[in-house]
C-alpha cells in the first residue's frame, strides 16, 4: 500500500532521484511479493496434498490398525511375523517372497502392501516383539516389489520405445530378485549400532 | 437430578438378551474407538511437522525450478564408467527430489533406450528411502516408512539415526540396481534382437 502512495508521489514529482527510488521500490515489492507467491502456492499444494493423499491413507491404516490390535489379530500375526522379521534370514525369505517376478506386479500397486505390512511391523517393533534395530533391514524386506506395477507406465513416462519395454519389463523384474536381498544384507549391516545403546 | 446421578453407578451389569447386545454393541464402537485413537495419535504426532516440512520444500522446488535439473539428464546419457554414478545416483535423486513420484520417470528422455529400464529401476527404488527425511517427494506412499518409524516413537527413541541410515542404505542400493539392471537389459535387448532378426530371415 505504501508502495504506491510513494510511486505516485514519485511520478507527480517527476524528478530523477524519485524516478529511481520509485523503481527500487517497485523491484522489492515485486521480489517480496514473488516469495510470498511460492510460498503461499507451496502451501496450497500441500495442503491440497495433505488432504488428498495423506489423511485419506491415515483414515484407511487406522481402521487396520484399530481392527488388528482389538481383535487380537495383532497377537496373532506378530507370532507369525516376529520371529520372521527378527532374523536376516526370515527378513531374506520375506524379501525373496515379495521379489518373484510373477508375484512383485501383484504386490506393487499403490505401495499398499508395503505399507501395511510397513504398519504391522512398526506396531511389532513398539510392542517390543521385534528388536528396534531389524526397523532398517525390514524397510527394504518388505519392499523389494517397489515399482513392479509401474514399470510399463515408468517407461512410457520416459518415452521408452516398445523394444525397450518389452526388454525392460522382464529386466526390472529380474533384477529385483538379485538386488532384492543384497539391499536386505547391506541394510542388516547397516544397522549395526542402531538404537543398540538402548 | 441428583437422584439419578446416584442411582447410575449402582445400576447392574445388564444380562440376559440384552445383555449381550449391549455387550456386542461396545465391542463394535470400541473396535473403531480403537482405529481413532489410532487416527488421532497420527493426526497430531505426523501431520502439523509434515504441513511445514513440505511447504519449505514445496517452495524451495519452485524457487529453484524444474529446468535446472534436466541439464544433468543429458549429461547422464554419456557412456563410460565414471558416469554410472551420475545416472544410477544424481539423476534418480535429484529427479525424485524435484519432479517426485511419479513425474520423476519422464527424466529417463533423456537417456538412450538401454538405459531407460535401469534408470527406471534406480529412481523407482529411491522414492521410499527418501521418505525419512523428504516426505514431499511421495506423499501417498508415506506409511512405508512411517508404519515402521511409528514403532521406534513408540519405543521413545529418535527418529533422525534411522532416517538417515535408510537413505544412505538407498542410494547403495539405487546404485547397484541400475547397475544390474543395465547388465540384464543389455543381454534382453540382445537376446530380442537376434530373435526378431532370426523371424525375419
Known sequence: MSTTVENEKATSGGSSVMGKASGVLVRVGKAVGGVVGVLYQAGRDTIDTVIRNIIPFMAFVSVIVGIVNYTGLGNVLANFVAPLASSLIGLLAICVFCAIPVLSPVLGPGAVIAQVVGVLLGTRIGAGDIPPQYALPALFAINPQVGCDFIPVGLALGEAEPETVEAGVPAVLFSRLITGPIAVVIAYFASFGLYSSN | ?201
Not at chain 2, 534418480?92 to 533423456?110: A, I, K
Not at chain 2, 538412450?112 to 529412481?123: H, I, Q, R, V, W
Not at chain 2, 535387448?189 to 530371415?201: P, S
Open chain 2, 1 to 201: 437430578m441428583s437422584v439419578l446421578a446416584a442411582e447410575t453407578p449402582q445400576a447392574e451389569d445388564p444380562t440376559g438378551f440384552f445383555g449381550v447386545l449391549a455387550h456386542a454393541a461396545e465391542w463394535f464402537i470400541g473396535l473403531f474407538q480403537a482405529g481413532a485413537d489410532n487416527f488421532v495419535g497420527l493426526l497430531v504426532g505426523i501431520i502439523p511437522l509434515l504441513i511445514v516440512l513440505l511447504t519449505a520444500v514445496n517452495a524451495l522446488v519452485r524457487a529453484i525450478g524444474i529446468e535446472r535439473i534436466e541439464r544433468f539428464g543429458a549429461m547422464a546419457a554419456r557412456p563410460g564408467i565414471q558416469w554410472y554414478p551420475v545416472r544410477y545416483l544424481l539423476l534418480p535423486v535429484l529427479s525424485v527430489f524435484f519432479l517426485t513420484n511419479p513425474m520423476c520417470y519422464t527424466m529417463g528422455r533423456f537417456l538412450p533406450e538401454k538405459y531407460k529400464p535401469a534408470f527406471y529401476d534406480s529412481s523407482v527404488s529411491f522414492v521410499h528411502p527418501i521418505l525419512g527425511l523428504f516426505p514431499h517427494a511421495n506423499p501417498g506412499e508415506l506409511f512405508v516408512y512411517y508404519g515402521i518409524a511409528a514403532g521406534i516413537t513408540t519405543l521413545g527413541l529418535g527418529l533422525g539415526d534411522l532416517a538417515v541410515r535408510f537413505l544412505l542404505v538407498g542410494l547403495v542400493v539405487i546404485l547397484i540396481r541400475g547397475v544390474v539392471t543395465e547388465l540384464i537389459t543389455t543381454r534382453l535387448l540382445a537376446r530380442n534382437t537376434t530373435r526378431t532378426e532370426g523371424a525375419l530371415a
